[in-house]
């Protein structure tokens, strides 16, 4: 019987909050041609080496500090104890492993102990629902580059992006449910932000996204890499699930850099509209995450509670990612054992291609 194993991949990050440390891991996310994809690589090295690590890291680690637990990065720590709690409901037959595509764990680490203990069937979980170029996509293209490089014998399948799927859904939904049954004048889904480049190039059609009217919602084969249909339809779905009231819920798009369109509404944006509009109470939710990181711990519960606040806004709640609730464990658990049934649905479909 070949001998199988699971890998999570989430984002990563910096060793501490230090400003060294920072920098060296802006380095190595901001350096991916799937992040920050300038055409030419001479721009991409003086845009990230000549302004973006001389301003950014200080700045950087000054909020990783404010959210830095005495166990390290809050993702790491997250990370590490979804990995554990897989484990114990798949039993010990079945080895979950973790990695990070930027930082440590490494990928090829990782994937070179899995080799050397024997494995020759792997799953892939990458941590994200939705396909962006940039999360889900470099994380599969990495993981296929370390396992051609250190171990060509072993097959990987993939977990393809989960933003529809009924246990995912359901699984948002448990988490949401304590705060929604809280009194509320508004739910706000804050997606992280892209820019709209981005979507044009992961169509492969070049002749939907961002050019037919309502292209998320018109059905499209260029929805299998359009990060925003994929988060409308996430939304969509727990609005459906949860009752929720088509005028008490909306979607914006956090952390955003300059230069370019990025999606929009801005989340910082409408967190000082809304309040003028009358919805003083807002919950806030980040399904685009899985685990709270940098992103919605700073960003979103610190940074963006002030926004609300000072503009007039009276009780603010950043409804928790999924992180190791045991509604996230049961839905990666599921995944797994639907891969172990030989036939049954799981991996990537070669409907969803990747960008070269």
Not at 117 to 144: C, F, N
Request: some cysteine.
């Amino acid at each position: 019987m070949p001998s199988r194993a699971v890998l999570l991949v989430n984002l990563g990050s910096p060793d501490s909050p230090s400003v060294a440390d920072v920098r060296r891991y802006l380095a190595e996310f901001l350096g991916d041609e799937r992040v920050l994809d300038a055409p030419a690589q001479p721009l991409r090295w003086l845009l990230l080496h000549g302004i973006i690590l001389r301003a950014r890291p200080a700045k950087s680690a000054h909020a990783y500090a404010s959210v830095w637990t005495p166990e390290g990065s809050p993702l790491v720590v997250t990370s590490r104890s979804v990995r554990q709690k897989l484990a114990a409901a798949l039993g010990p037959e079945i080895p979950v492993a973790l990695a990070m595509r930027y930082g440590r764990p490494s990928i090829g680490a990782v994937i070179g102990q899995l080799a050397g203990s024997g494995v020759d069937e792997l799953l892939l979980i990458p941590q994200y629902p939705h396909y962006a170029m940039s999360s889900w996509e470099t994380v599969v293209v990495k993981v296929r580059a370390e396992v051609a490089r250190l171990a060509p014998r072993l097959r990987v399948e993939t977990v393809q992006p989960f933003y529809a799927d009924a246990d995912y859904i359901e699984a948002m939904y448990t988490r949401m449910q304590p705060a929604l049954a809280r009194p509320y004048d508004h739910l706000l889904f804050s997606y992280h932000g892209l820019p709209v480049r981005h979507l044009r190039k992961a169509d492969s059609s070049r002749a939907h996204c961002t050019l037919v009217p309502d292209c998320c919602t018109t059905c499209s084969p260029a929805q299998a890499t359009c990060y925003r249909a994929q988060i409308t339809r996430t939304t969509q779905l727990l609005a459906r699930r949860a009752g929720l009231d088509p005028a008490r819920y909306s979607i914006s798009f956090q952390s955003r850099l300059v230069g370019e369109p990025w999606l929009q509404p801005y989340t910082d944006h409408e967190l000082k509209r809304l309040p003028a509009e009358g919805r003083k109470r807002l919950l806030i939710m980040t399904p685009a995450f899985t685990a709270d990181c940098l992103e919605t711990l700073e960003e979103i519960r610190i940074a963006g509670r002030a926004t609300f606040l000072q503009a007039g806004g009276e009780s603010f709640e950043h409804i928790p990612c999924l992180n190791d609730h045991p509604a996230y464990i049961d839905f990666l658990a599921g995944r797994v054992r639907r891969w172990l049934v030989p036939g049954a649905p799981g991996g990537v479909p070669a409907s969803v291609p990747l960008t070269t």
